[in-house]
């Protein structure tokens, strides 16, 4: 079944500093990938999403992430973090089946900023 | 403007009283679907309608129910909730367009904010 893996529970990082987040996939053809950000009490909302093509993708802001195959991992950058992007990061794919079916998210990445 | 509006925000009910949580939207989207995230968990989807089709997933305990009567709304029904069913629970929606990659067309989930269930 198609899955996603996010190894860090809790990240901090400094304000201004450079961001990654890692994700790991499992899927048995090419992925379709997304990350979504969650602030506290909040919905998801969606930063990025890989479907095909240029394996680097731009998202909202100057997010960004790139699929790597050979890696089966498709992580999340951003140059320099601001106070206000403390929220949980979830890693997502497209269920197996496709159509409706939805996603299936990873267990989150908790982002921690500190001054 | 909201696009997937979900009502209330926040909801408390009692051990084994039955409890409705609703969801709105304004995108005529036509799948519409009920995650369950619990704390510091990631969001767990519960079921989904494409269309009128509903579509349950294995795991999803026979004490949650589903209703869409239309387009724009879809109904999370816990008939008999226990302390177990706390969670924030999501709607989303997104548009799936017949004949394309079927993949392909599922390419942006819109969520609601959410509604926070407690349960005492």
């Known amino acids: 079944a198609q899955s996603v893996t996010q190894p860090d529970i809790h990240i901090t990082v400094s304000e201004g500093a450079s961001l990654e987040l890692r994700c790991n996939y499992s899927y048995g053809a090419t992925p379709y990938l997304f990350w979504y950000v969650q602030s506290p009490g909040q919905g998801l909302q969606l930063l990025l999403k890989y479907f095909s093509g ?9 997010f960004e992430a790139e699929c ?11 140059p320099s973090v601001h106070w206000s992007d403390a929220a949980e990061y979830f890693c997502a794919v497209v269920r197996g089946g496709g159509g409706a079916d939805g996603l299936t998210f990873g267990k989150g990445t908790h982002l921690i900023i500190q001054p | 403007d909201a696009m997937v509006i979900q009502n209330p925000r926040y909801q408390v009910t009692q051990f084994g009283k039955p409890v409705t949580l609703s969801c709105s939207q304004t995108l005529n989207h036509n799948v519409m679907y009920w995650y369950q995230q ?14 009128k089709d509903f579509n349950n997933e294995a795991d999803t305990p026979d004490n949650f129910q589903s209703r869409r009567p239309n387009t ?4 999370l029904d816990i008939r008999s909730p226990g302390l177990g069913d706390a969670a924030m629970y999501l709607c989303a929606t997104s548009k799936l367009v017949p004949g394309r990659v079927r993949v392909g067309t599922n390419e942006k989930l819109f969520f609601g904010s959410g509604t926070q269930l407690s349960v005492l």
């Open chain 1, 54 to 62: 240029d394996t680097l993708v731009q998202g909202i802001e100057d």
């Open chain 2, 38 to 51: 619990k704390s510091s968990q990631a969001p767990k989807l519960l079921f989904h309608y494409y269309d």
């Open chain 2, 72 to 75: 724009s709304f879809c109904f």
């Open chain 1, 68 to 78: 790597k195959t050979s890696q089966s991992s498709f992580n999340l950058r951003r």
